[in-house]
């Protein structure tokens, strides 16, 4: 079976002849909400100092904003499918804008923390918005290189969110630096309205859904699911362990979200996520699993790289940033070129990806630590990581969306992407658990090397769900060929 993007055939669909302008205002808005995932990781020193706070506590300024983030990312897409792609990305910006400036300006860590819950569930509506409209836009062969140019945004926001980050504390100065990384939102999040004003076209009368209510239970039942799974993670993360005890929540509540969607298709009503998805798209199940395990390896890669060279090494955050630079750049390089090919190529370009990617981290653990200077090391195992991450995530977000209905692309994108998110969470927790522990019983540089290793293992199983779907794709019969 050829297992490529195939060209739709959709009567209805006339192309949009804005539609690369709009796709161009859509990633702006994508890449501002994603960057703040991972510019505060060179930032918590300099927190912890300005807030005088604990390091647990400002831990919670990353990962509550990743915990909100994974909440709503699957009703921000529902939603956008029910009531239009431009009338959420106008309220989730104006959310997202008015929280960043309530944490630049909140007087101290609480308040910071409330407001990056507040400001996470913002970005929660808006980013698959994003994945909606590229499936409402485009078709065919123009619709893997957009799917490309939303790989290349998602790879650079979380790989030069460091560098930014360093930036901006350097000019703004080490005690206060860190509240201008989210007052500079602000006017960004301002013009970015304007422009979707302008821009994104309002939906048509004669596109509206039969029925656009929204499943508020199973969005419920969902959020319990990820509240349970995610809550322990980042609890871990600021040295908390009683809330390990609300995994014991995760089967039960989405074994109920599972039936209440069956009840909610069966009774004739739109579900949260068409559940069928899973059962008829096998390559939309596999894009789940690959997307979802490549963010558990490379997100916690970036934040251990970022806290050995902060604390074990003495580097000011814009040097720490800077260090990590050519993952940035690699991703740049390898996201727009994956997208461009991967129409051709198809999955076997997401496995020869993934396997850079592992050959690079491998290489980085084995020859990075202990070496002084260490940056002459990192530039090209780096680049080279860089280049295979930046080609993961434009052709998994392609080939798992490719047979997904316009209908349902924001629904079907939020989960995408909600598996990355909670893939981010754990591998953060995981891999700065493993390089804390090791560092108390071994040297900084051997908890690096364990902890860059043990995300080499997370990437390689990535490969080898990404090798079990090309090998599936290859010998499983199309749809109705009698086979």
């Given at each position: ?183 500079v939102n602000v006017p960004i999040g301002l013009v970015a ?133 050519p993952f940035a750049v690699g991703s740049a390089i390898g ?149």
């Amino acid at each position: 079976m050829d297992d490529r993007p195939h060209e739709e055939q959709d009567e209805g669909y006339e192309p949009h002849p804005r539609r690369w302008r709009i796709l161009g205002v859509s990633l702006v808005v994508g890449f501002m909400s994603l960057l703040d995932v991972s510019i505060v990781n060179v930032a918590i020193p300099s927190m912890q100092d300005g807030l005088d706070t604990s390091a647990g506590t400002v831990q919670w300024v990353v990962s509550g904003y990743a915990l909100a983030f994974g909440l709503t990312l699957v009703a921000g897409g529902r939603l956008g499918d029910a009531h239009g792609r431009r009338r959420m990305m106008l309220i989730g910006l104006a959310g997202f804008t008015v929280a960043s400036a309530a944490v630049g300006l909140a007087p101290n860590a609480p308040l910071v923390i409330l407001a990056r819950l507040a400001q996470g569930a913002f970005a929660g509506l808006l980013t698959p918005q994003n994945s909606g409209l590229i499936q409402q836009l485009f078709r065919g062969r123009e619709r893997a290189k957009a799917f490309g140019l939303f790989g290349f945004t998602v790879s650079t926001a979380s790989a030069t969110g460091p560098v930014l980050g360093g930036l901006i504390i350097a000019a703004a100065g080490e005690e206060d630096g860190w509240r201008w990384l989210f007052l500079v939102n602000v006017p960004i999040g301002l013009v970015a309205a304007v422009a979707v004003l302008r821009m994104v076209p309002k939906r048509r009368p004669d596109s509206e859904p039969a029925d656009n209510r929204i499943d508020v239970p199973g969005a419920v039942l969902l959020g319990l699911t990820v509240l349970c799974l995610l809550y322990p993670v980042v609890s871990i993360e600021g040295g908390h362990r009683l809330p390990l005890v609300l995994l014991a929540g995760v089967p039960l509540f989405g074994w109920a979200f599972v039936r209440w969607e069956h009840r909610t298709t069966h009774r004739g009503h739109p579900p949260l996520l068409d559940l069928r998805l899973l059962r008829t798209l096998p390559g939309y199940v596999n894009g789940l699993a690959i997307g979802a395990l490549y963010f558990t390896g490379f997100t916690g890669l970036l934040l251990v790289l970022s806290i050995h060279l902060q604390e074990s090494l003495g580097l000011s955050p814009l040097q720490a940033g800077l260090a990590i630079m050519p993952f940035a750049v690699g991703s740049a390089i390898g996201a727009p070129l994956a997208g461009r090919y991967v129409s051709d190529a198809g999955r076997i370009l997401t496995v020869a990806a993934l396997a850079v990617m592992v050959v690079g981290v491998v290489l980085v653990a084995l020859l990075a630590p202990g070496r002084d200077p260490i940056w002459p090391w990192l530039l090209p195992t780096l680049l080279l990581t860089g280049l295979g991450g930046g080609a993961v995530v434009s052709p998994n977000i392609t080939l798992t969306l490719a047979e997904v209905p316009p209908r349902m692309g924001g629904a079907a994108g939020g989960a995408l992407q909600t598996g990355q998110r909670i893939g981010a969470s754990i591998g953060a927790a995981l891999l700065v658990t493993v390089y804390q522990v090791s560092a108390d019983s071994v040297s900084t540089d051997a908890a690096l090397r364990a902890a860059l290793l043990t995300g080499a293992g997370l990437v390689l199983v990535a490969l080898a769900m990404a090798f079990r779907g090309w090998r599936q794709a290859r010998t499983t019969p199309p749809a109705g060929s009698g086979r």
